[in-house]
Nanobody, 125 residues
Framework: QLQLVESGGGLVQPGDSLRLSCAAS????????MGWFRQAPGKEREILAG????????FYADSMKGRFTISRDNAKNTVYLQMNSLKPEDTAVYYC??????????????????WGQGTQVTVSS
């Protein structure tokens, strides 16, 4: 069983940057593709980005390209989401998720196996 814990959320102003972290424990981290997602109040959960276990392959939702960057440090069992130029509409609970897969595999939808509990990001002036 893989356990995921997100951190780094908080209240920021429009235009600010924030880096979210997701720490994993329980299994060899490099065996898992990882993804970042968010869910705003009254809206469906959406995928933001994904990264393969090796870190060589990444995926971004079209609306996230250019502002968000996913990365991972397998030595630290952690995946990151760097978010720049934040907007009020980025306000949501942000989740990370994991799926066991081949080293260069990236899942591009919501069907991941393991999920964290989420971290709140609020963008407001």
């Amino acid at each position: 069983q893989l356990q995921l814990v997100e951190s780094g959320g908080g209240l920021v102003q429009p235009g600010d940057s924030l880096r979210l972290s997701c720490a994993a424990s329980g299994h060899p981290f490099s065996s898992y593709a990882m993804g970042w997602f968010r869910q705003a109040p009254g809206k469906e959960r959406e995928i933001l980005a994904g990264i393969s276990g090796s870190g060589r392959n990444t995926f971004y939702a079209d609306s996230m390209k250019g502002r968000f960057t996913i990365s991972r440090d397998n030595a630290k069992n952690t995946v990151y989401l760097q978010m720049n130029s934040l907007k009020p509409e980025d306000t949501a609970v942000y989740y990370c998720a994991a799926e066991l897969g081949a080293s260069d595999y990236v899942r591009k939808n919501l069907f991941y196996d393991y999920w964290g509990q989420g971290t709140q990001v609020t963008v407001s002036s």
